[in-house]
């Protein structure tokens, strides 16, 4: 067994080698290639020679390659000498042109190009011997070459003056316009028409230019016809309004009913294009007659045009509709309806392709892509107000529609029929939900494009939209965005997996932070800790760290952090710990100084005895950073540690990489609060304190969000107990009303006498109070709150959602100047005792009522009758 092993293995070893010698006989003709001596004694050229003598014996004498050499660097021998140039190389060049093959005759047309818009030629006679080249070479055979001189000429048509243009360009162009040119010549003075009419005045185009406009228009041939009549636009902005409506407007009317379908499409474009030179009756009178009749052919026999009919449609609805009476608006609609289900088949509400040939069904759905980019046009065009009954069923349509091309288009112009719809946005809900759960990773990639913008619109307008309308909720949408990450993360296409989580950073002006708090961030840690792709993990970090700046409740933030702490900072994989790090880069980016100390510093700090150097070595990396966040004298002890952590590095490192980078941190260090600019420093400084008055804002809010929940709470019992108490009272004697009317008269003098404490509280909440007058202030708050229904939003004001995620901090700012905000721990016990003293501080009228209120009392509350006895 082991003898066959070997000789198979010299088997395997001789026939390597046999392809090595195989190898060596196949280097054996490149070496045979090289130049010879005779070669390299024809290439050399003596270096004496100037670079014009050197350039005129190149062209005269050299290879094909030498004389390229020489076209491409023509316009540095114009700008070095132009006289000599001009009159010893340019005539060499142009003897060479004539035989020269497709790569030199581009080479020079670029290189003349060059000389013509540099303004390096300064004598007339230089401009006239390279425009004889020009015009020479335009009716070149190859078709290529031929394009390429012509754009050489009209692009240098803008820098030459009008006199070398009438000299130079148009009289030869007479010439070749005639009927007895070649065709491509004829297509050439088409352009070159259309392109000197903007160069002059109207009456000079009128009287030299119109009469070879008229005659190329009426050509035999039908390409000549279409090229011409794409350059009546130009012609026409040339001559001015008056002479277009007597000149040009006929002869589109009449290229418009050609026999060629490319000349009635590029009538079509032309008009649409000059729809704004047209007065109202011109319009009326024969742009729509012309324009129906148009479409109507279009869509019987001629699919080959509908393309270009429905990528201009918008365009052309929007420059007709000020003239359209409303049969003609309610036509065109409908007429945009058919295009967007050409070559489809509605059945149980789905839409399905017809079977047509290859070729006919890609044209179909290029038109209905094209309609699906015209669509926000045409719903601006139909009024967004009848987007309901009159293109809803055509949007559903297009975002269902059975080509990938089209719902893609349908995506990427979602965020402007969302914009459009306004109060109307819930109309498409369904759509939204639809694209996001799409097959096709390509729809999602559009949507993603402008789906930030697309979910605030869709869930903050609703048909009562205004400053107290609450987030729109739209159904199905949490499980929508859910899926849609799970089809990017299985996919092959990272780039797109990290668009979709940079984008869902908006996600907390989007939904409620419970929602991100149990649907996506045990997702973002899944990414962080589990995820092959480095930018990826990165932005999977970011967005972590957003919904962690954005989350209202102290719970789930501490958990967020201490799970940050247990699988980044300490978690058993280096890679997880270089993780945290990239994190405490965001964090000191999105949170204040402040905060980043509290919750992140140390656990950095503590990673320079890690075990691997690459963590230590990316910690030595940020040490400016982490010191920048550091505030003398506040924060003298976390300087002290950073120090610590320093020399530690300096002392005990072993690994090269590590200390070299430290000693550079070092350096770093020590110049940070030298060099940096004054100006630089106070504006770090003013965005921090932004950032810590937006952390302790939405501390308050969430201090107000509790208040108002207990509130709330404390006068639904209330209402409850009142209510059985009411029905309790019914059944008593007649006597009991007495009492019941004076209780209520007690009542309302209680009330008035809470008001005016209330109004004094609030004159002193911003001087300093012993804890006794504090207490009373918040116990007339909350007792207020629960012991009236409608009392509650008086002495609170409510917080809107809307307004805590979209970052209006002032409203905020003005509920918490109003409300007091106790510790979060003592909250409970104080709402219940200081609600039983109050009981006790307004029952001083009777002892009648004064007993009936602390018998009620008793019944709701015993703990809270105790406390108020002592």
């Known amino acids: ?26 280097e054996r003709p490149i070496r045979r290639s090289l130049k010879t001596a005779e070669e390299i004694d024809k290439l050399t050229v003596d270096e004496d020679l100037n670079d014009i003598e050197r350039a005129v014996y190149l062209l005269s004498s050299g290879q094909d390659v030498q004389r390229a050499s020489v076209i491409v660097n023509l316009p540095n021998l114009v700008r070095q000498n132009p006289a000599e140039t001009f009159r010893r190389v340019v005539p060499k060049v142009r003897e060479v042109l004539h035989v020269a093959g497709a790569d030199m005759q581009l080479a020079a047309a670029g290189s003349f190009l060059t000389i013509l818009q540099d303004d390096i030629v300064l004598i007339q006679t230089h401009t006239h011997s390279i425009l004889q080249i020009v015009l020479l070479n335009l009716d070149h055979r190859d078709t290529v070459v031929g394009n390429a001189w012509l754009e050489t000429l009209l692009s240098a048509i803008d820098a030459l003056p009008k006199e070398t243009i009438r000299q130079e360009i ?57 090229c011409m009549c794409r350059q009546l636009e130009n012609i026409a902005r040339g001559i001015g309004l008056e002479h277009t409506k007597a000149v040009v407007l006929p002869e589109l009317v009449e290229l418009a009913r050609d026999e060629g379908s490319t000349v009635r499409l590029a009538a079509f474009d032309t008009i649409i294009n000059l729809l704004e030179m047209f007065d109202s009756d011109d319009r009326t009178r024969v742009i729509f007659p012309l324009v129906k009749t148009f ?19 918008g365009k052309l609805c929007h420059g007709l509709s000020a003239s359209f009476t409303d049969e003609q608006h309610l036509w065109f ?15 149980n509400g789905h ?44 949007f559903s349509s297009l975002c269902h529609d059975p080509e990938i091309s089209v719902r893609r288009t349908a995506a990427e112009g979602f965020h402007e029929v969302v914009k459009l719809l306004g109060p109307n946005v819930h109309y498409v809900h369904k759509e939204l939900i639809t694209l996001l759960q799409d097959d096709s990773l390509e729809v999602l990639d559009a949507l993603l494009n402008h789906v930030q913008e697309t979910l605030e619109l869709a869930t903050s307008r609703g048909e009562g939209a205004g400053p107290e309308s609450k987030q729109v909720n739209v159904p199905d949408l949490v499980p929508a965005l859910v899926a849609a990450e799970q089809k990017a993360a299985s996919s092959l296409r990272w780039r797109v997996h990290e668009k979709l989580l940079q984008r869902y950073s908006c996600l907390p002006r989007v939904i409620s932070g419970d929602q991100i708090y149990f649907r996506f961030l045990q997702r973002m840690f899944s990414i962080i800790t589990t995820n092959n792709v480095l930018p990826v993990q990165r932005e999977a970090a970011r967005t972590l760290c957003v919904f962690l700046r954005y989350n209202r409740k102290q719970e789930q933030r501490q958990e967020i952090i201490s799970k940050i702490m247990q699988e980044l900072a300490q978690g058993r994989s280096y890679w997880n710990r270089l993780r945290f790090l990239d994190l405490c880069e965001i964090a000191i980016d999105l949170f204040s100084k402040s905060y980043f100390c509290k919750h992140f510093l140390i656990q ?31 924060d003298k002890h976390l300087l002290q540690q950073l120090e610590f952590c320093v020399r530690k590095l300096l002392c005990r490192e072993k690994d090269k990489d590590v200390v070299a980078t430290v000693r550079k941190t070092v350096l770093e260090l020590d110049k940070m609060d030298i060099t940096e600019p004054y100006h630089k420093r106070h504006e770090r400084d003013l965005l921090d304190q932004k950032k810590e008055k937006e ?47 004076g209780a209520t008269l007690s009542t309302s003098a209680g009330k008035e006498m809470r008001r005016a404490k209330l109004a004094r509280s609030r004159s002193l909440s911003s001087h300093p109070s012993t804890p006794k007058l504090a207490n009373s202030d918040k116990t007339l708050k909350v007792k207020e709150s629960g012991s009236c229904p409608g009392s509650g939003k008086s002495s609170i004001i409510p917080m809107n959602d809307d307004a805590l995620r979209s970052h209006h901090f002032n409203v905020a700012s003005s509920s918490s100047s109003l409300s007091p905000t106790p510790s979060t721990s003592s909250m409970p016990v104080l709402i219940r005792s200081n609600t039983s003293s109050s009981v006790d501080h307004r029952s001083n009228g009777s002892k009648d009522t004064q007993s009936r209120k602390l018998t009620i009392q008793r019944k709701s509350n015993s703990f809270g009758m105790q406390s108020g006895r002592e």
């Open 1 to 26: 067994m082991f003898v066959g092993k070997m000789t198979l293995s010299q088997s395997g070893l001789f026939g390597q080698i046999d392809d090595l010698q195989d190898l060596t006989f196949i």
């Open 170 to 226: 148009l009289s030869p162009l007479v010439s070749k316009a005639q009927l007895s040119q070649s065709v491509p010549a004829r297509l050439a003075s088409c352009r070159i028409l259309g392109k000197v009419a903007a160069k002059f005045e109207s009456s000079v185009v009128k009287k030299d230019l119109l009469p070879l406009v008229r005659s190329l228009c009426q050509d035999v041939e039908y390409e000549v016809r279409s």
């Open 295 to 313: 479409c109507e052919k279009c869509f019987k026999a001629d699919e080959a045009v509908l393309a270009s009919l429905s990528f201009q449609y």
């Open 333 to 347: 609609l409908e007429f945009y309806k058919k295009l967007c289900c050409l070559g489809l088949q509605h059945e």
């Open 351 to 394: 839409c399905e392709s017809q079977p047509y040939p290859l070729e006919l069904e890609n044209k179909y759905a290029l038109v209905r892509r094209n309609c699906a980019y015209n669509f926000p046009a045409m719903v601006l065009f139909a009024d967004p107000n009848h987007f309901l009954s009159e293109l809803y069923r055509t």
């Open 604 to 634: 950095a700090l503590e990673l320079v005895n890690d075990p691997v150097a690459n963590v230590r070595y990316k910690l030595c990396h940020m040490l400016p950073r982490l010191r920048s966040t550091i505030r003398l004298p506040a």
């Open 695 to 741: 952390e302790t804002l939405l501390l308050e809010m969430e201090l107000l969000e509790r208040q108002q929940s207990e509130a709330k709470l404390v006068g639904e019992k209330h209402t409850e107990k009142k209510r059985r108490d009411s029905k309790a009272g019914l059944s008593g004697s007649k006597g009991m009303s007495g009492s019941t009317s």
